[in-house]
T-cell receptor, first 114, second 114 residues
C-alpha cells in the first residue's frame, strides 16, 4: 500500500510564477513531513520540513502547508526559477517508526521554463 | 567538508556475483540508511542502523546484507539472491538527537547487470 502519494508525475511552470507540488498520505500517525529535491544522478537534498503541530513552514522561496484533516501537504515555490527544475519527493515519518524511518512518495518532476 | 560519500558511482554485476556498495559519513551521525530507487518510484528502505553493531531490516531487505562495524561506515552487499538488482542505491544518515531530524543523502551508486 502506498502510504505517501504524489499523484502528479510531472509539472511544468513558467519562470517567475508559482509552483505547487502536492502530496497526500493515508497514515494518520505520521507527524513529520519533509520535502527533498533531486537532480539526475545525484542524491536527494533536504529542502524543508514541517511538524504536525504546525500548518505552515516557510524558508525563503519555499513554503510547506499541512492540512491534517485532509491528510494533504503541499510545497509552494515562489517565484520559480529554472534552477528549481528537478524531481521533488515528499516523505513522512511517525514517532512509532524507530530510527526515524521515512516513507517516500513517487516524486514529481518539476520543469521551470524560462 | 562534512558529508556522505558513496562509492563507486557506477557498478556492474555479473550473474551469481555478490557486490558491495560503500557508504562513509563524517557527520558523526548515529543512524544510517540504505534506500533503493527504481524509475518512476520513490525511495524504498532496504536496511537501517541506529548504532554500531546493530541494524534492522527495512521494507525490501531480501537479497541484501549490511554491516555496521564503525559509526562512519555502513556498506551494503547485494547478493546473488537479489533477482532484480538493477537500481539506483542511496545511502543516508541522520542524527538521533532531538526529534524530527532530516536524513542527508549521498550521491548514490547505480548498479547494473552485465
Amino acid at each position: 500500500d502506498q502510504q505517501v502519494k504524489q499523484n502528479s508525475p510531472s509539472l511544468s511552470v513558467q519562470e517567475g510564477r508559482i509552483s505547487i507540488l502536492n502530496c497526500d498520505y493515508t497514515n494518520s500517525m505520521f507527524d513529520y513531513f519533509l520535502w527533498y529535491k533531486k537532480y539526475p544522478a545525484e542524491g536527494p537534498t533536504f529542502l524543508i520540513s514541517i511538524s504536525s503541530i504546525k500548518d505552515k513552514n516557510e524558508d525563503g522561496r519555499f513554503t510547506v502547508f499541512l492540512n491534517k484533516s485532509a491528510k494533504h501537504l503541499s510545497l509552494h515555490i515562489v517565484p520559480s526559477q529554472p534552477g528549481d527544475s528537478a524531481v521533488y519527493f515528499c516523505a513522512a515519518s511517525d514517532a512509532l517508526r524507530p530510527g526515524g524511518k521515512l516513507i517516500f512518495g513517487q516524486g514529481t518532476e518539476l520543469s521551470v521554463k524560462p | 567538508d562534512g558529508g556522505i560519500t558513496q562509492s563507486p558511482k557506477y557498478l556492474f554485476r555479473k550473474e551469481g556475483q555478490n557486490v558491495t556498495l560503500s557508504c562513509e559519513q563524517n557527520l558523526n551521525h548515529d543512524a544510517m540508511y540504505w534506500y533503493r530507487q527504481d524509475p518512476g518510484q520513490g525511495l524504498r528502505l532496504i536496511y537501517y542502523s541506529q548504532i554500531v553493531n546493530d541494524f534492522q531490516k527495512g521494507d525490501i531487505a531480501e537479497g541484501y546484507s549490511v554491516s555496521r562495524e564503525k559509526k562512519e561506515s555502513f556498506p551494503l552487499t547485494v547478493t546473488s539472491a537479489q533477482k532484480n538488482p538493477t537500481a539506483f542505491y542511496l545511502c543516508a544518515s541522520s542524527t538521533l538527537e532531538g526529534s524530527n531530524q532530516p536524513q542527508h543523502f549521498g550521491d548514490g551508486t547505480r548498479l547494473s547487470i552485465l
